[in-house]
């Protein structure tokens, strides 16, 4: 009679239990569910922020020469915008010793120094420095690889002989931009090369991805500053302006006074002019 009891009243309990159990559970699958739901829709619709679409910085290439050449190179990918400014050798810089030129602090203790006092006189320097020859400038880029350069926007006198279009292929780029500065000024020769530059980044976006690591194949015959996430960092940025459509290659042009001694001075103008692709090259 008791042990009936019981198994009645386990029976009648587990009948209570059971539905109650399968109700909280039912409940709890739901509320699993609803929350993958959420997080997976919270997924798709979140904006991904590449980190290399901020970046900005800036870069001093020396060209390694008898007479080296300069261009500093500010990369704002917020405003997808990549600038070449021009700089002559012959450029004067504060020394502590009074004054001396871009080509000299570069020649007397390499680029370094040439970025050092580039900073001391403009109160703001290039974040990095890279110099080599312009052939190993050119082994960056893919062999056969040309550029139309419109010489009429770079010429400094009215000669109609000299609107034309060039057509110039980086392997033979060092012996044609010399002949085709050869009648400008240090300041012009200096935004000609700039212009080239410019004009290999804007005619060939497809490969500036490739370019960081073309460098960086090539240290040893190069002198950098640049450390190993420095490169990280410049590859990904390299690979984010190969896909904007809309990427904008610009020219900063200073100007220049010349000195007695043959240097050529920053106008106050043309120190502002370089003091903005520095300072937002920085991220200032």
């Known amino acids: 009679m008791r042990v009936r009891l019981f198994f009645s009243a386990l029976a009648l309990t587990l009948l209570l239990l059971l539905p109650m159990v399968g109700l909280v559970e039912y409940f709890a699958m739901q509320r699993q569910m609803q929350e993958r739901?959420?997080?997976?829709?919270?997924?798709?619709?979140?904006?991904q922020v590449d980190?290399?679409?901020?970046?900005m910085g800036s870069l001093l290439l020396a060209v390694q020469k008898e007479e080296p050449e300069f261009i500093l190179l500010r990369m704002d990918a917020p405003a997808a915008t990549l600038t070449l400014c021009g700089l002559p050798g012959n450029m004067q810089l504060a020394a502590p010793s009074g004054t001396?030129?871009?080509?000299?602090?570069?020649?007397?203790?390499?680029?370094?120094?040439?970025?050092?006092?580039?900073?001391?006189?403009l109160g703001t320097a290039p974040q990095h420095y890279l110099a080599a020859t312009p052939s190993c400038y050119a082994s960056f880029w893919e062999q056969g690889t040309t550029v139309r350069l419109?010489?009429?926007?770079?010429?400094?006198?009215?000669?109609?002989h000299q609107n034309f279009v060039?057509?110039?292929e980086a392997a033979t780029a060092e012996t044609a931009l010399r002949d085709l500065g050869a009648e400008q000024t240090d300041a012009g020769a200096a935004r000609l090369l700039a212009a080239y530059t410019a004009a290999l980044f804007r005619q060939n976006?497809?490969?500036?991805?490739?370019?960081?690591?073309q460098a960086r194949q090539a240290s040893a015959r190069i002198l950098t500053d640049l450390q190993a996430q420095d490169w990280n960092?410049?590859?990904?940025v390299f690979n984010y302006f190969s896909t904007v459509p809309a990427l904008v290659v610009e020219t900063?042009?200073?100007?220049?006074?010349?000195?007695?001694?043959?240097e050529l001075a920053l106008t106050e103008n043309g120190q502002q002019t370089v003091q903005e692709v520095l300072r937002m090259g920085a991220g200032e």
């Open 205 to 213: 976006p497809q490969q500036l991805a490739a370019l960081p690591g």
């Open 166 to 168: 060039a057509e110039i």
């Open 252 to 262: 900063a042009l200073p100007s220049f006074t010349s000195r007695p001694e043959g």
């Open 233 to 236: 960092t410049l590859e990904s």
């Open 37 to 47: 739901v959420r997080r997976a829709n919270a997924a798709g619709t979140a904006v």
């Open 51 to 55: 980190p290399a679409s901020r970046y």
């Open 100 to 121: 001396t030129t871009l080509a000299a602090a570069y020649l007397a203790a390499g680029p370094a120094r040439a970025a050092q006092l580039l900073g001391d006189t």
């Open 150 to 160: 419109d010489m009429a926007a770079l010429q400094e006198d009215t000669d109609p």
